[in-house]
């Protein structure tokens, strides 16, 4: 793993991917002759560097073939494929928030920041996998049962 100001050293690519637009690039996994790597962007928050981490060893996991890459009109997302994409999108996160956790937290009906908080994600990755957890419908049953 190296952060891109370690995998370069190139004045203009960091200026322009660290300070001038760095949402434009997240992360890569990488492969030479001694096996993979990712990079990743140092500029992004702790709980976004977490996120593009687990996204991209969650290619590794599901074993996608590394190849050309993709982008989308805009330059917006690119990657393997958009399926390969969501799929490590998933896998990625439930590496972070594990399913249990989230539905867990949502049946007790406590907020997402305090999931976020528990495994240094952000709000928008917690609320995610608390939504997706089945949790808050188990509640929503629950809390109907009880009269309230």
């Given at each position: 793993m190296l952060?891109l ?8 690519t960091l ?13 890569a996994v ?10 990743y962007n ?17 290619h590794?996991?599901a ?5 050309v890459?993709?982008?989308?009109p805009?330059?917006k997302?690119?990657?393997?494929s958009?399926a ?12 972070l928030?594990?399913a ?5 937290h ?5 907020q997402p ?8 994600v ?6 995610w ?8 419908k ?6 109907a049962k009880q009269?309230?």
């Open positions: 952060s100001d370690q995998a370069t050293s190139d004045p203009a200026q322009r991917l660290t300070v001038d637009a760095p949402e434009l690039w997240s992360a990488v492969r030479d002759q001694l096996g993979h790597c990712v990079i140092h500029a992004h928050s702790a709980p976004r560097i977490r996120s593009d981490l687990a996204h991209e060893v969650a590794l996991i074993e996608h073939r590394l190849d890459a993709w982008m989308e805009g330059g997302k690119c990657g393997a958009p390969h994409e969501k799929e490590a999108a998933e896998l990625g996160a439930a590496l928030v594990p249990a956790a989230a539905k867990t949502a049946v007790y009906g406590r920041e305090t999931l976020a908080a528990k495994f240094g952000s709000l928008e990755m917690a609320t996998r608390i939504g997706i957890s089945g949790g808050p188990i509640r929503e049953r629950w809390l009269g309230r």
